[in-house]
Nanobody, 121 residues
Framework: QPQLVESGGGLVQPGGSLTLSCAAT????????TGWFRQAPGKEREGVSC????????SYADSAKGRFTISRDNAKNTLYLQMNSLQPEDTGIYYC??????????????WGQGTQVTVSS
């Protein structure tokens, strides 16, 4: 059974940066579709950035393009999300997920526990 553990969330001022990490055990991330998702208060969980299960190409939500970068360290079996120029609307719980496709939350089988990101002055 794969397990995913996120870390790196916190409180940051607008314009600041954070890097989220997702350490995986029980599955090799490079073999699966993986991604980062965000759930803001009162909203549905949405895809932020993902690696395709087909060819490991990356995709980004429009709100993340140019500011966020997804990456993966295969040796460490860890997924990352570098977030720059953070804004209050980026606030939410960030989850990493494994085993889905098209960066569509309902297709993913395994989820981490989430890490809170709060952007506020």
């Amino acid at each position: 059974q794969p397990q995913l553990v996120e870390s790196g969330g916190g409180l940051v001022q607008p314009g600041g940066s954070l890097t989220l990490s997702c350490a995986a055990t029980g599955a090799t991330l490079a073999y699966y579709g993986t991604g980062w998702f965000r759930q803001a208060p009162g909203k549905e969980r949405e895809g932020v950035s993902c690696f395709s299960h087909r060819d490991s190409s990356t995709s980004y939500a429009d709100s993340a393009k140019g500011r966020f970068t997804i990456s993966r360290d295969n040796a460490k079996n860890t997924l990352y999300l570098q977030m720059n120029s953070l804004q209050p609307e980026d606030t939410g719980i960030y989850y990493c997920a494994l085993g889905g496709y098209d960066c569509s939350a309902e297709t993913y089988d395994y989820w981490g526990q989430g890490t809170q990101v709060t952007v506020s002055s």
